[in-house]
T-cell receptor
């Protein structure tokens, strides 16, 4: 069975600072990993995903994440935070089979101060 | 990118009435659609998996007679909340996955529907 743990329900950074959102997963098979962002009262937007191949994946809005199998982690980073990055971020995993539901972490709220 | 729409975006209804929410994949065919429910400040909870042309698969604890799901075509799935009660008030989000022969595993999410039952 798959599961996702997001460490830290709330992360606060200053504008221009490094953003690091942590995600650890548990999976009995090679996982497909995703990061989604949700703005208030909106659906989820895909930031980036890892399926196979290069373990460092780049997404939209300057975000990137690195798949580390040995650490079962898929942490999300951005070198310099913008005010517009303030949102809820969800890490998710599926087993790799198309048509399988996503398993979400509890989410991390990112606050960015000026 | 792939676009998924939901209608309505917001609905207010009286207790005891039924509400239908539509989820459409606008630029791809979705063999599988998923329905999630999200409570304030919480993560998404999977309610059911909907496959075109077959019965939906409901998660444990989700009443299939209360939350009716129909996936009549490759671009449309509907969720009907029957005899809605205030405790059904929530944010309902659908997602669609191309799946099939393409093997596309990514799910694309709709913008969500805010349901308020008075």
């Amino acid at each position: 069975a798959q599961s996702v743990t997001q460490l830290g329900s709330h992360v606060s950074v200053s504008e221009g600072a490094l953003v690091l959102l942590r995600c650890n997963y548990s999976s009995s098979v090679p996982p497909y990993l995703f990061w989604y962002v949700q703005y208030p009262n909106q659906g989820l937007q895909l930031l980036l995903k890892y399926t196979t191949g290069a373990t460092l994946v780049k997404g939209i809005n300057g975000f990137e994440a690195e798949f580390k199998k040995s650490e079962t982690s898929f942490h999300l980073t951005k070198p310099s935070a913008h005010m517009s990055d303030a949102a809820e971020y969800f890490c998710a995993v599926i087993s790799g089979q198309a048509g399988t539901a996503l398993i979400f972490g509890k989410g991390t709220t990112l606050s960015v101060s000026s | 990118g792939a676009v998924v729409s939901q209608h309505p975006s917001r609905v207010i209804c009286k207790s005891g009435t039924s509400v239908k929410i539509e989820c459409r994949s606008l630029d791809f065919q979705a063999t599988t659609m998923f329905w999630y429910r999200q409570f304030p400040k919480q993560s998404l909870m999977l309610m059911a998996t909907s496959n075109e042309g077959s019965k939906a698969t409901y998660e444990q604890g989700v009443e299939k007679d209360k939350f009716l799901i129909n996936h009549a075509s490759l671009t449309l799935s509907t969720l009907t909340v029957t005899s809605a009660h205030p405790e059904d008030s929530s944010f309902y989000i659908c997602s669609a996955s191309p799946g099939g022969a393409s093997g596309e595993e990514t799910q694309y999410f709709g913008p969500g529907t805010r349901l308020l039952v008075l």
